[in-house]
T-cell receptor, first 113, second 111 residues
């Protein structure tokens, strides 16, 4: 049973570019959340997708957008990249209707130059 | 994690006991989570307290007082592999199941 998988694992972009990160949830999980983790900080909630719709959103600008597909996989898109967007982007999936236990992927390390 | 407070760093020796505290502003959400994150790895679930009191799970225990907005994680018989960041988190008060994390406590265990 594969856990949460994310791609790419590492990537480097320059300011102003756009990036797309991908996530496949753990088998049987229908809810996908995205988090941004800067160095030395805890994960910050970006948004959550359920039934192909954004259900919750954290305090992130509209440059951050996402999508969930019918197979529950998800994408995170960031436009007009800023240096401050450099971080580890974590995807987490959870079981339907549960509060809490999140299963995280290994993350995508984004560096913006 | 603006309303979650936990110490930035702690150190301890192998075999010892360490308590990592977490305080938060109570605002109607249920439960408190602890996650462990080794350097360069994904966070992994440790515990979830929804009621007041102590939950024991092997060498790790977690305590919650909802009225005081206070939790702690207790690690016994420390091992070198326990060196990691420990993240306190609570559910957001919106509909859905998102978690709000603290900044984490980096625990260093030495021999």
């Amino acid at each position: 049973d594969a856990g949460v998988t994310q791609s790419p694992t590492h990537l480097i972009k320059t300011r102003g570019q756009q990036v797309t990160l991908r996530c496949s949830p753990k088998s049987g999980h229908d809810t996908v959340s995205w988090y941004q983790q800067a160095l030395g900080q805890g994960p910050q909630f970006i948004f959550q997708y359920y039934e192909e719709e954004e259900r919750q959103r954290g305090n992130f600008p509209d440059r951050f957008s996402g999508h969930q597909f019918p197979n529950y996989s998800s994408e995170l898109n960031v436009n007009a990249l800023l240096l401050g967007d450099s971080a580890l982007y974590l995807c987490a999936s959870s079981l339907p209707g549960t509060t809490g236990e999140l299963f995280f992927g290994e993350g995508s390390r984004l560096t913006v130059l | 994690g603006q309303n979650i407070d936990q110490p930035t760093e702690m150190t301890a020796t192998e075999g010892a006991i360490v308590q990592i505290n977490c305080t938060y502003q109570t605002s109607g959400f249920n439960g408190l989570f602890w996650y462990q994150q080794h350097a360069g790895e994904a966070p992994t679930f440790l515990s979830y307290n929804v009621l007041d009191g102590l939950e024991e799970k092997g060498r790790f225990s977690s305590f919650l007082s909802r009225s005081k907005g206070y939790s702690y994680l207790l690690l016994k018989e420390l091992q070198m592999k326990d060196s990691a960041s420990y993240l306190c988190a609570h559910p957001s008060n919106q509909a859905g199941t998102a978690l709000i994390f603290g900044k984490g406590t980096t625990l260093s265990v030495s021999s």
